[in-house]
């Protein structure tokens, strides 16, 4: 039995797929604005098409802990925090425990959140064979407890940016190591701030070529050779 949600994220096209082992749910395309509310959305209807005997709950998640958890990040936007709260619901009444992440990436902001979720809930990650987890992808990839990376797959690494302005031609952009120039809310501080921690705790040669201003990819067998993935790959065998 085995167990796979599919969710794209392109403009407003959501699409699951549905079989039934891994309890796993697979995240692919755009991070954009409105990804919370596609993910919420999605897992919910996921959840009312799933037959009951196939509800696995869990219980592993200390429910009251992550919910706290939530409710308490400082500058969470309101909507994100009730977003992330329905979504770790879902996640917990689904038993998913792996989540399968390729893409371009996206707005840090929209991933900072997830990214919680996934590094408090210690859920695995997974990059599917040949695909790119690539910019806010490979954050929320590196935020799993158990990293693999299928055959033909890499990671894009770069400086996270947020941009500043209300012209759209004009826009100043705002990265990880600079964004003390910037005039930014309390929250984008906070996503541009974690985000430079999480660049510093890449391997050296990775993080060098970041500060570079450089997108750095990183396939399988490099990944592997910084210890920034697993070698389990036998376990996700139905991924291939």
Request: with cysteine.
């Amino acid at each position: 039995m085995r167990i796979i949600f599919c969710i794209i994220f392109l403009s407003s096209l959501s699409t699951a797929t549905y079989s039934a082992e891994n309890k796993a749910y697979r995240i692919q395309g755009h991070i954009g604005s409105n990804f919370l509310s596609m993910l919420e959305s999605d897992l919910k209807r996921v959840y009312f098409k799933t037959k009951k005997t196939q509800r696995r709950r869990a219980s592993k998640f200390n429910i009251p802990e992550i919910t706290m958890l939530i409710k308490g990040q400082p500058h969470l936007p309101e909507t994100d925090k009730t977003y992330l709260l329905e979504i770790f619901k879902y996640i917990s009444r689904l038993g998913i425990t792996i989540l399968e992440l390729s893409g371009p990436g996206g707005d840090i902001k929209n991933a900072f959140g997830l990214g919680l979720l996934i590094k408090n809930l210690k859920l695995d990650t997974v990059v599917p064979k040949g695909k790119l987890c690539a910019s806010a992808c490979s954050y929320l990839y590196l935020q799993g407890q158990t990293k693999t990376m299928l055959e033909g797959s890499s990671l894009m690494f770069h400086l996270g940016v947020i941009y500043q302005g209300d012209n759209q031609f004009k826009l100043k952009k705002c990265h990880a190591f600079d964004y003390e120039k910037c005039e930014l809310s309390a929250y984008a501080q906070l996503v541009l701030e974690n985000y430079r921690r999480f660049i510093n705790s890449l391997p050296e040669m990775i993080r060098k070529d970041v500060m570079s201003h450089k997108d750095r990819y990183v396939d399988r067998n490099e990944a592997q050779k910084f210890r920034i993935t697993g070698k389990a790959e036998k376990i996700y065998s139905s991924f291939k």
